[in-house]
């Protein structure tokens, strides 16, 4: 069983940062991706930023570009997602979740692994 823990959520004012952190258990698969996903209240899973096990490929979402960046430590079988330049819009509950890299992968069905999630509040 693969068990994926977040942490590093908080209350910031905007234009703040915070850096959340994604520690895995074990990686099931010979490709794994890791990505986290933000959801808030009334709205579908979106997908924020993806990074592979191998090679260490990223992907962004657009309203992320230039202000999050997704690294991983594998020696720490951990993901960090660094977010910068916080606005009020990025507030959601965000979750790490794990799959094979294949595939979308923004799309949350993709997933096979998800954490609890850490709630972000960023204030105008």
């Known amino acids: 069983q693969v068990r994926l823990v977040e942490s590093g959520g908080g209350s910031v004012h905007a234009g703040g940062s915070l850096r959340l952190s994604c520690a895995a258990s074990k990686f099931p698969y010979a490709s794994t991706r890791i990505t986290w996903f933000r959801q808030v209240p009334g709205k579908e899973r979106e997908g924020v930023a993806t990074?592979?096990?191998?090679?260490?490929?990223?992907q962004y979402a657009q309203y992320v570009m230039g202000r999050f960046t997704i690294s991983k430590d594998n020696a720490k079988s951990t993901v960090y997602l660094q977010m910068n330049s916080l606005k009020p819009e990025d507030t959601a509950m965000y979750y790490c979740?794990?799959?094979?890299?294949?595939?979308?992968?923004?799309?949350?069905?993709?997933?096979?692994?998800w954490g609890r999630g850490t709630q972000v509040t960023v204030s105008s």
């Open positions: 990074i592979s096990n191998s090679g260490g490929r990223v």
């Open positions: 979740a794990l799959s094979r890299d294949v595939g979308t992968w923004s799309l949350a069905p993709n997933y096979d692994y």
